[in-house]
């Protein structure tokens, strides 16, 4: 299973990406994370100690490891370089593991456009299309805030996108940029997680107000989340009721599978 996890920025992409990680470790399953935001968070989120932490580094601002691959600088727009760089060492070499999870930092490209043609742009595509061919895997993605990684066709190759959304407008009017843009480069398997939710008035409302996209679970609003985070724990071991949305969404997707 491969899934990539987006939605505007805030909504708790990596709070769900967590859930389901460690979900899916704990099912025996191997499991895959990649942290695709420049300013990555999902370790802390899966609760990886520091010593873990300390070795992760995103792909995309390894300067030498993209000059190596692809022979042109990071930034360099134009010119020659390698657009299918060998990149099938990268997650055993760059990732980390903990309570069954392996991590990885792709970082994020983020030059504007959706055409963008840069070495380190080569080499996340190359990485991400490795990875779909990685069998019996868990893959999950939390990808980068926002839309601009779908017109650069970044995940054009997963089995389905999970839209993360609040009960607001806002956030629905995302989701179906979102929609639109993936459906533009073939990916027609959306879902939407509902988060924060704090009633059933609020669940009611994303359920009537989807963009024609399957609600496959709520995640409850809940001041523990924030709490986990001050004592940097995992969301999955320190919130009950999160931890049981996240089975049930996982459930949701086996069954639509």
């Known amino acids: 299973m491969k899934l990539a996890i987006t939605g505007k920025g805030g909504v708790g992409k990596t709070t769900l990406t967590a859930l389901l990680a ?8 191997d499991v895959l994370a990649v942290d695709a935001d420049p300013s ?22 390894m300067d030498d490891l993209i000059y190596e691959r692809t022979g042109a600088k990071k930034g360099q727009v134009g010119g020659f370089f390698t657009i299918n760089p060998r ?11 903990h309570r069954g999870v392996r991590l990885l930092e792709s970082g994020s490209v983020e030059l ?20 779909l061919f990685r069998q019996d895997e868990v893959l999950l993605l939390d990808m980068y805030a926002g839309v601009e990684h779908l017109g650069r066709a970044t995940v054009d190759f997963v089995d389905a996108m999970i ?9 629905l009017g ?8 993936a459906n533009d480069i073939g990916l027609t398997k959306l879902y939407l997680v509902g988060n924060k939710v704090r ?21 409850p609003a809940d001041l523990k989340v924030q709490e986990a985070d001050r004592l940097g724990i995992p969301v999955y071991d320190h919130v009950p009721s999160l931890k049981a949305a996240a089975l049930k969404i996982a459930d949701s997707l086996k069954a639509d599978a």
């Open 163 to 171: 839209v993360v959304v609040e009960p607001t407008r806002r956030s």
């Open 174 to 181: 995302t989701a179906a940029q979102i929609k639109k843009l």
């Open 199 to 219: 009633n059933d008035d609020e669940a009611a409302f994303l359920e009537a107000e989807t963009p024609s996209l399957p609600v496959l679970g709520f995640l």
């Open 40 to 61: 990555p968070c999902l370790a802390g989120a899966l609760g990886f100690p520091g010593e873990l932490r300390a070795r992760l580094h995103p792909i995309a601002e």
């Open 22 to 29: 460690q979900v899916y470790a704990d099912a025996g399953r």
């Open 112 to 131: 504007g456009g959706s055409g963008c043609i840069c070495p380190e742009a080569a080499i996340l595509k190359t990485l991400f299309t490795h990875l």
């Open 87 to 97: 990149v099938d060492d990268l997650p055993e070499r760059f990732s980390v593991t």
